[in-house]
């Protein structure tokens, strides 16, 4: 009996090992992770250029107050409509303008005992583009002209119509601005420069928004002056670049 069990344990004994003998050849090696490459050279390039705009952007409105929501529709729309005319005659392509709101509402005198109804107010607003921005002094003053004490002027902005050539001159001056800096670095730290890697660009402008006093325009009887001024491009990249060899 003694003998037959001995037999039987190390049977098992072997049986394990061999188990644990072949697990152990087909666990997979794994190798660990490579270090990312952080080496290199980050820098941040500005370009700015300045230009001069060449399109007005005007907004324009009626606002008027009457005893019925009828009564003041009809006077709005009248109003508008001779706006609108005197923008066309004055040059300004029908194209070019678009009306940006419409309301109705009533309009009240609030007291202590309460409020009373004083009529309602229609107001009816166009947006204009003025492509010939030195004339645009003349086409305000033409179409306050025309729409009477009832016209509001809103605001005026400037913008130039293709600022491709300024932004492609914003961009060069950006990249030497970086490439300038990235060579010096390198210079500093006894490497040689090598390609960029990664290269990402910001765009930003500077409007020149004017907002104008209507009641000033009515009461003044010379013309508007309207100055452009400058617009800005600026651009501004942040690159990264390896070191060479």
């Known amino acids: ?7 039987i344990l190390t049977g098992l004994a072997l049986f394990t090992s061999a188990c644990g003998a072949v697990q152990a050849t087909q666990t997979p090696t794994q190798n ?7 080496s290199g050279i980050s820098v941040t390039g500005t370009g700015e250029v300045l230009g001069t705009p060449d399109v007005a952007t005007v907004s324009f409105g ?10 003041a529709t009809n006077r709005a729309a009248e109003r508008a409509q001779a706006l609108i005319d005197s923008l066309t005659g004055a040059g300004v392509a029908r194209e070019d303008i678009t009306t940006t709101g419409f309301s109705i509402f009533p309009e009240y005198d ?8 004083l009529g309602y107010r229609v107001s009816n607003t166009v947006q204009a583009k ?10 305000i003053d033409a179409a306050v002209a025309a729409a009477g004490d009832d016209v509001t002027v809103n605001g005026i902005s400037f913008e130039l119509e293709d600022s491709s050539e300024l932004t492609e001159a914003a961009r060069e001056a950006a990249w030497e601005d970086a490439l300038a800096k990235a060579t010096q670095l390198a210079e500093l730290a006894g490497r040689r420069l ?9 765009v930003t402008g ?4 004017i907002f104008t006093d209507t009641a000033a325009l009515a009461e003044e009887a010379f013309a508007t002056p309207i100055e452009p001024g400058r617009t800005t491009v600026t651009i501004t990249l942040d690159v990264k670049f390896a070191f060479g060899d």
């Open 194 to 202: 090598g390609p960029a890697v990664s290269i990402t660009e910001t």
């Open 110 to 117: 609030w007291r202590n005992d309460g409020r009373v109804l």
């Open 62 to 71: 009626v606002s008027v107050v009457a005893d019925t929501v009828a009564d």
């Open 32 to 38: 660990p992770p490579a270090a990312e490459d952080t």
């Open 206 to 209: 500077s409007p020149v928004p």
């Open 1 to 7: 009996m003694k003998k037959t069990t001995l037999t």
């Open 130 to 139: 003025i492509r010939n921005v030195f004339e645009s002094g003349e086409v």
